[in-house]
């Protein structure tokens, strides 16, 4: 049976999270989950009679090892078929356990790679949802052809799913090392269980595969072959045992503590707010929405060491400066914090306060050597957020020896400043501070940061639970009146006093359902917009 099959709880509308079970190879919905010739010995069941205020669901889809018997999708492709199965089913508006056998850990690794990477705010809830992935063998580097024509048998034919299998395919290699970067930043817990006996005479997921790779992470043997490992024979079996545990408390728990059942009603919305009210949107938020000066900065940082991003005020400066994180990733250390907060009137004192941005990482930095000697074994980014907020002396100890530092150590730093529009241009703006020399403006690249236009302002709103999108694009020239910047057109929106708006309504529906005249009247409250 292909499709969402619900075993229990799921008709629930005040169930606290679901609970979704995920076979692999040449699976089904049922007897990949009971052993054979015993159907009434179905786990997905007996967790349901454990955790009756959850919906336990059994996921079916085509995945034939030969193309005699049936057939495969590719990887990426059927993960964009499960994860329209979920958005109508609606998985993704409770926190969600998945338990995987084999290749469907494979599947579900892909499934939150591809919401990740998607603009669709139905699929990003179920990345946020995601709490619990449970591995059954899970061959997350692939398995040996070898290995896998003694356990299935040769095939004439085999499908893409066999291809996509084999050890070390760059696709496996790309999949697990995203998921080992990331699933920490989205705080899902992942436990490994794998097989110690033989089938047919091999082991077909042994321990090095099966291992993710994550150091918080320790997969756990257990006496069963690659096909009984996913078929508790009781409720006393360790996968059982282990799993029932890890819903309780990793699901069940927190659930308890932190949600009424108002928060659980079947309402068309997901739990977690994905809007910003703070200066800068935080660059793995779902709310930021990419604009053309996106694409100008990403090119600009390949070859460039300083960069200043201008715009006018809450246009949007500083969250444009926080996706450098996402630019250059994990290899890289991101230092900086607004300099307005620095007291920029004292060059002595402005340098000291500087120097303690980098205490967490490089420990105490007392000079430019030691900070550039630093910065060579460790590349880093260095923010100069509200640059233009600093004083003469605050200016003339600082850029001198940063532009030094970007010129001499230029393949391991970069510089991103944000200024407002309305200060002058940046060599007169130099010049003003004390800064006469004309080599410290060479090589800055400017960015100018633009307002929201209808078409973007129409993604944030997206990301609203259905009904309260439909009172804001009822109301739109209501909003418009107070998110315009100087005139009251489309093309001039203001970025953050649309996101406050939008975080507040999300709050009030949250809290309070859908009650339309209150809705109303905040879109009418100047105070909603800041």
């Not at 494979?106 to 139905?122: G, T, V, Y």
Request: hydrophobic letters at 40%; proline letters at 5%; a negative charge.
């Amino acid at each position: 049976m292909d499709g969402l099959l619900k075993i229990s709880g799921c008709d629930n509308a005040q169930r606290i999270a679901d609970v979704v079970f995920v076979h692999g190879l040449d699976g089904d919905a049922r007897t990949t989950w009971h052993p054979r010739d015993k159907p009434n010995d179905f786990w997905p069941a007996w967790l349901g009679e454990d955790f009756s205020q959850v919906g336990v669901w059994s996921l079916g889809y085509a995945v034939s090892a030969s193309a005699w018997k049936g057939h495969s999708m590719p990887l990426y492709d059927r993960a964009t078929n499960i994860l329209d199965r979920f958005s109508l089913g609606k998985i993704g508006h409770r926190p969600i356990a998945f338990i995987c056998h084999s290749l469907g850990g494979l599947l579900i690794k892909q499934i939150l790679r591809r919401a990740w990477d998607s603009n669709e705010s139905r699929w990003k809830a179920i990345v946020d949802q995601t709490k619990l992935n449970v591995f059954l063998s899970t061959p997350h580097s692939g398995v040996e052809m070898a290995n896998w024509i003694q356990y299935i048998g040769k095939l004439l034919r085999t499908t893409i799913s066999i291809e996509e299998l084999e050890a070390h395919h760059p696709q496996l290699r790309e999949l697990n090392d995203w998921y080992r970067e990331t699933v920490e930043r989205l705080c899902i817990t992942t436990f490994v269980y794998y097989e110690e006996l033989p089938t047919n005479g091999i082991l077909v997921v042994n321990a090095t595969t099966a291992n993710p790779g994550i150091s918080s992470v320790r997969p756990i043997p257990v006496d069963e072959n690659h096909v009984s490992i996913c078929k508790p024979t009781s409720k006393d079996a360790q996968i059982y045992c282990g799993v029932n545990d890890l819903i309780q408390t990793i699901i069940i728990d927190p659930c308890r503590t932190s949600m009424r059942a108002s928060d659980v009603i079947a309402i068309d919305k997901p739990l977690k707010n994905p809007f910003w009210t703070a200066s800068a949107v935080d660059c793995h938020s779902e709310s930021y929405i990419i604009r053309k000066c996106d694409d100008e900065l990403k090119s600009l940082l390949v070859t460039n060491t300083k960069i200043y991003i201008t715009g006018s005020f809450e246009i949007g400066k500083s969250s444009l400066m926080e996706q450098t994180r996402l630019l250059f990733g994990s290899d890289w250390q991101f230092f900086g914090e607004g300099l307005a907060l620095m007291r920029s009137d004292n060059e002595a004192l402005f340098i000291a306060n500087f120097f303690e941005i980098f205490d967490g990482i490089f420990g105490k930095i007392n000079d430019w050597r030691k900070l550039s000697d630093c910065i060579r074994e460790q590349p880093s980014v260095i923010f100069l957020d509200d640059l233009g907020e600093l004083e003469a002396p605050g200016m003339k100890a600082l850029m001198p020896r940063l532009c030094e530092l970007a010129q001499t150590i230029k393949d391991y730093v970069r510089i991103v400043a944000t200024l407002p529009n309305n200060l002058l241009p940046l060599d007169q703006f130099f010049k003003r501070h004390g800064l006469q020399n004309p080599k410290y403006i060479r090589g800055w690249k400017q960015i100018t940061v633009q307002p929201f236009k209808k078409e973007q302002a129409d993604k944030l709103l997206d990301l609203l639970p259905r009904p309260v999108k439909e009172i804001s694009q009822k109301n739109w020239f209501d909003i418009l009146t107070h998110v315009s910047i100087n005139t009251n057109v489309e093309a001039n929106i203001s970025p953050r006093k649309l996101q406050c708006l939008c975080y507040r309504l999300f709050e009030a529906f949250h809290n309070n359902g859908y009650l339309s005249d209150h809705l109303e009247q905040i879109i009418k409250d100047h105070e909603s917009y800041e």
